[in-house]
């Protein structure tokens, strides 16, 4: 399957979060992917979460090799985007 980046939401703040994504895949749509990069780290993306009433949080996806997929794609578009600035 193939993934594509349909939009970065940049934020400017100074902590861990550094933008929310949006990525297609086939015909769905995932929201909400988040890029986080610690201090002095690499970037990697996080995938949507959904929150239990009693506070857990689980993956909203879940297929063998997805999250590869989508950060591949993922970490390409935010390369690509931070050598435009």
Known sequence: MR???KKIYRLDG???LKAFVTVE???WTVHSC???QQLGQRPYVALPQVETPDG???PALSAPGLREVIQEA????WKEEQQTE
């Open 3 to 5: 993934a594509v980046v």
């Open 14 to 16: 100074k902590g861990n």
């Open 25 to 27: 895949l086939g015909p």
């Open 34 to 36: 988040r890029i986080i």
């Open 56 to 58: 857990r949080f689980f």
């Open 74 to 77: 993922v970490l390409k578009a």
